[in-house]
Protein backbone atom coordinates (compact mmCIF):
# COMPACT_ATOMS: atom_id res chain seq x y z
CA UNK A 1 0.00 0.00 0.00
CA UNK A 2 1.36 3.33 -0.96
CA UNK A 3 1.07 5.85 1.59
CA UNK A 4 0.87 9.99 0.82
CA UNK A 5 2.87 12.25 1.61
CA UNK A 6 2.40 14.72 4.59
CA UNK A 7 3.00 17.59 2.31
CA UNK A 8 0.03 16.60 0.03
CA UNK A 9 -2.59 16.17 2.81
CA UNK A 10 -1.60 19.43 4.41
CA UNK A 11 -2.21 20.81 0.67
CA UNK A 12 -5.89 19.19 0.70
CA UNK A 13 -6.71 20.31 4.37
CA UNK A 14 -5.40 24.24 3.28
CA UNK A 15 -7.79 23.91 0.14
CA UNK A 16 -10.76 22.68 1.44
CA UNK A 17 -11.07 26.06 4.04
CA UNK A 18 -13.43 28.14 3.45
CA UNK A 19 -12.77 32.14 2.89
CA UNK A 20 -14.55 33.95 5.49
CA UNK A 21 -14.19 37.01 4.41
CA UNK A 22 -16.09 36.15 1.28
CA UNK A 23 -19.54 37.44 1.07
CA UNK A 24 -21.48 35.69 -1.43
CA UNK A 25 -24.96 36.15 -2.18
CA UNK A 26 -26.33 33.63 0.03
CA UNK A 27 -24.18 34.49 3.12
CA UNK A 28 -24.83 38.24 2.33
CA UNK A 29 -28.31 37.30 2.44
CA UNK A 30 -28.14 35.51 6.05
CA UNK A 31 -26.31 38.01 7.32
CA UNK A 32 -28.67 40.22 7.13
CA UNK A 33 -31.36 37.91 7.98
CA UNK A 34 -29.46 37.55 11.53
CA UNK A 35 -31.67 38.20 14.37
CA UNK A 36 -29.86 40.73 16.68
CA UNK A 37 -31.41 40.97 20.19
CA UNK A 38 -30.60 44.13 22.17
CA UNK A 39 -31.71 44.24 25.61
CA UNK A 40 -33.30 47.88 26.68
CA UNK A 41 -33.97 48.87 30.53
CA UNK A 42 -35.29 51.75 32.38
CA UNK A 43 -33.94 52.27 35.98
CA UNK A 44 -34.90 54.75 38.59
CA UNK A 45 -31.61 55.59 40.37
CA UNK A 46 -32.63 58.30 42.88
CA UNK A 47 -29.34 59.95 42.98
CA UNK A 48 -25.82 58.64 41.32
CA UNK A 49 -22.98 59.73 43.67
CA UNK A 50 -22.41 56.38 45.81
CA UNK A 51 -24.08 54.09 43.68
CA UNK A 52 -22.27 53.78 40.45
CA UNK A 53 -20.60 50.70 40.36
CA UNK A 54 -23.31 49.06 42.24
CA UNK A 55 -25.68 50.15 39.32
CA UNK A 56 -22.74 48.83 36.76
CA UNK A 57 -22.68 45.52 38.53
CA UNK A 58 -26.32 45.12 38.45
CA UNK A 59 -26.58 45.68 34.66
CA UNK A 60 -24.34 43.82 33.38
CA UNK A 61 -25.75 40.26 35.54
CA UNK A 62 -28.65 41.51 33.43
CA UNK A 63 -26.72 41.55 30.44
CA UNK A 64 -28.56 44.89 29.89
CA UNK A 65 -27.20 46.79 26.33
CA UNK A 66 -28.87 50.41 26.75
CA UNK A 67 -30.51 51.56 29.85
CA UNK A 68 -32.16 54.51 30.69
CA UNK A 69 -31.25 56.60 34.17
CA UNK A 70 -33.82 58.53 35.83
CA UNK A 71 -33.35 60.85 38.69
CA UNK A 72 -29.41 60.71 38.67
CA UNK A 73 -28.93 64.35 40.03
CA UNK A 74 -26.26 65.38 38.16
CA UNK A 75 -25.47 68.27 37.16
CA UNK A 76 -24.24 69.61 33.63
CA UNK A 77 -24.11 67.61 30.28
CA UNK A 78 -21.78 65.22 29.91
CA UNK A 79 -19.88 61.56 28.00
CA UNK A 80 -18.52 59.67 30.30
CA UNK A 81 -16.87 56.09 30.62
CA UNK A 82 -17.89 53.97 33.44
CA UNK A 83 -16.65 50.21 32.85
CA UNK A 84 -18.53 48.61 29.95
CA UNK A 85 -20.90 51.46 29.34
CA UNK A 86 -20.57 54.99 28.22
CA UNK A 87 -22.82 57.09 30.06
CA UNK A 88 -24.87 60.43 28.19
CA UNK A 89 -26.23 62.62 30.93
CA UNK A 90 -28.30 65.64 30.81
CA UNK A 91 -28.80 67.76 34.20
CA UNK A 92 -29.68 70.76 35.79
CA UNK A 93 -26.52 73.48 34.96
CA UNK A 94 -24.41 73.44 37.56
CA UNK A 95 -25.39 76.57 39.44
CA UNK A 96 -28.29 75.04 40.77
CA UNK A 97 -29.12 72.66 43.17
CA UNK A 98 -28.90 68.89 41.64
CA UNK A 99 -32.33 67.50 42.19
CA UNK A 100 -33.09 66.26 39.12
CA UNK A 101 -31.63 64.59 35.78
CA UNK A 102 -31.14 61.79 33.44
CA UNK A 103 -28.88 59.27 31.59
CA UNK A 104 -28.73 57.04 29.02
CA UNK A 105 -25.94 54.15 29.31
CA UNK A 106 -24.66 52.55 25.80
CA UNK A 107 -22.33 49.53 26.21
CA UNK A 108 -19.16 49.69 24.47
CA UNK A 109 -19.87 47.55 21.85
CA UNK A 110 -22.75 50.30 20.20
CA UNK A 111 -20.94 53.01 20.79
CA UNK A 112 -20.22 53.08 16.68
CA UNK A 113 -23.31 52.96 15.95
CA UNK A 114 -24.48 56.26 17.98
CA UNK A 115 -24.73 59.04 15.27
CA UNK A 116 -26.00 61.68 17.91
CA UNK A 117 -27.36 62.67 21.15
CA UNK A 118 -28.83 65.69 22.44
CA UNK A 119 -29.23 66.74 25.96
CA UNK A 120 -32.85 69.11 25.17
CA UNK A 121 -33.22 69.70 28.87
CA UNK A 122 -32.71 68.11 32.41
CA UNK A 123 -35.66 66.20 32.22
CA UNK A 124 -35.37 64.94 28.42
CA UNK A 125 -31.97 62.86 26.50
CA UNK A 126 -32.37 61.69 22.82
CA UNK A 127 -30.10 59.35 21.04
CA UNK A 128 -29.80 58.77 17.57
CA UNK A 129 -28.31 55.11 15.89
CA UNK A 130 -27.78 53.35 12.78
CA UNK A 131 -28.17 49.75 14.17
CA UNK A 132 -27.91 47.47 11.53
CA UNK A 133 -29.27 49.76 8.95
CA UNK A 134 -31.87 50.44 11.03
CA UNK A 135 -32.05 53.86 12.53
CA UNK A 136 -32.79 54.18 16.07
CA UNK A 137 -34.26 57.05 18.23
CA UNK A 138 -33.91 56.57 21.64
CA UNK A 139 -36.02 58.88 23.73
CA UNK A 140 -35.85 59.32 27.64
CA UNK A 141 -37.87 61.47 29.74
CA UNK A 142 -38.31 61.67 33.28
CA UNK A 143 -41.29 63.12 34.59
CA UNK A 144 -42.13 64.20 38.42
CA UNK A 145 -45.63 63.46 40.09
CA UNK A 146 -47.43 66.35 41.69
CA UNK A 147 -48.68 63.68 44.45
Same mark, same amino acid.
Given at each position: ? +?? /?????????EIA??????????????? +??? $????????????????????????? $??ELK??? &??? &?? &?????? /??????? !????????????? /???????????? !??? !?? &???? /?????KIK? +?????????????? !??????
Amino acid at each position: M +HQ /ASPLLIEKQEIAKKPIRNTLDRFNLRR +HKL $LKRTIRLGMLNVQGMRNKTGEIIKG $LEELKQDI &TIL &TE &TKIKGN /AVQILGL !YLRFCSGVPKEKR /AKIGISVLVKNR !YKR !YI &TTWE /AVNENKIKL +HMNLFGNKLCILGI !YVISDE
